[in-house]
């Protein structure tokens, strides 16, 4: 059975070979195994980070659930925006910080924040010049040349299918979990609720539009992405049934009339979202149920609750078992995560939030060895 065909079997509630196994790798692991400085793949696209995720999945031969690496943009959507040009600012040998700017009635506008791509870590977006010592208007700059072209749209979602083939499936963004984002937005929505609730009104309708729009494509995603990292971290459960829940009754809906599986990556406390999710809504898979102290998922008690519901995908822990843990320490963890969920199907194994950059590869081989041998049915 090819990872394609274990994961389609998942979603759909049946029993495959063996328990699907996916870590997440995410962007870090990906970026490092590329052995190049991380602005070539972030800023250059030499090689963009969804070929270096591909890359990735064929080097360690795991069963992926490609979320929200592809994006599918639509210009009647308002989704496209040419206007704006990235300059650099400044580098060094561990930096290039680049900031944005257009013409506008003839002048050169610059954004209020910059991006800082480093050689070996992931860009750093939406910071305040200042904050680095850099004036709101840069003094000298530099355009950025040298990246390099890859196909868009529709014609990207091919190309990227296509590169992944039979090791997996590849999902769009079409949803939404949460409206606020950080501590600034938590201030803003008490003082100013409607704004966000007419917010949501607007959001939930241009889903509903993005939905039609790639179910209209030749070459449609495998799996819709709904969800966000953090959904109740800088969220109540209120707020988030006031602004979010209605997005994701929507399209969950929708997909599952069209035969389209969704899924929900939230990192952080978690509990109570599943809960709402598995009752109230047509979600199919819902990750990384991290445990203590990072969320507040007992794997096994989840499943006993939601495992008939849900497709339930975690949730090793990403620092203490997979960066830190041995070989042995991996193999126990995917183990007791096996015996606590796999029973009756509907469990991929995975971790919580992605594994850092510096995982050891035998930690992640064994992992998968483990699926494969002690998770058979």
């Known amino acids: 059975m090819t990872s394609r065909e274990r994961l389609i079997k998942v979603l ?13 790798t995410s962007n870090m692991i990906p970026a490092r195994m590329v052995g190049k400085p991380f602005w070539d793949i972030y800023l250059y696209q030499d090689p963009p980070i969804w070929k270096a995720y591909i890359d ?25 925006d040419n206007t704006w040009k990235e300059a650099i600012i400044y580098k060094d040998a561990r930096r290039i910080i680049t900031q944005k700017y257009r013409i506008k009635n003839g002048e050169r506008e610059w ?22 010592g850099f004036p709101m208007v840069p003094d000298t700059y530099e355009e950025v040349e040298g990246v390099k072209e890859w196909p868009q749209g529709e014609q990207l979602l091919k190309l990227v299918k296509q590169e992944l083939g039979d090791h997996g499936l590849v999902g769009v ?39 039609y729009k790639l179910m209209s494509l030749e ?49 952080g406390p978690e509990k109570e979202l599943i809960k709402i999710v598995a009752e109230e809504t047509d979600l ?40 830190k843990g041995s070989v042995q320490d991996v193999v126990e963890a995917s183990k007791k995560a096996i015996d606590a969920a796999a029973a009756g ?26 699926a494969k041998t002690y998770g058979k049915y």
């Open 12 to 24: 759909n509630g049946e029993i495959p070979d063996h328990v699907p196994v996916a870590p997440d």
């Open 56 to 80: 990735c999945v064929k080097y360690f031969g795991f069963d992926s659930l490609m979320d929200g690496y592809v994006q599918i943009l639509f210009d009647d959507l308002g989704e496209i």
């Open 111 to 132: 954004a209020s924040s910059i991006t800082v791509y480093y050689d070996d870590n992931p860009p750093t977006e939406g910071l305040n010049p200042r904050a680095l």
């Open 173 to 211: 963004w079409c949803g939404t979990s949460k409206l606020l984002n950080n501590e600034k937005d938590i201030y803003d929505y008490y003082d100013n609720p409607h704004k966000y609730r007419k917010k949501s009104e607007e959001l939930h309708e241009y889903y509903i539009k993005r939905f």
């Open 219 to 267: 070459t449609k995603p495998d799996f819709l992405c709904v969800g966000g990292s953090g959904t109740l971290i800088h969220q109540t459960p209120k707020i988030f049934r006031e602004l979010a829940l209605p997005i994701i009754k929507d399209i969950t809906r929708l997909a599952k009339k069209h035969g389209i599986p969704t899924h929900i990556h939230s990192c």
């Open 284 to 323: 199919t898979v819902i990750d990384p149920l991290e445990s203590p102290p990072m969320g507040d998922c007992d794997l096994g008690e989840i499943k006993r609750l939601y495992g008939d519901k849900l497709v339930l995908k975690g949730n090793l822990h990403t620092t203490e078992v997979m960066l």
């Open 345 to 370: 199907g509907k469990f991929i194994l995975s971790t919580g939030d992605q594994c850092g950059r510096d995982t050891p590869d035998e930690n992640i081989f064994a992992m998968i060895e483990t």
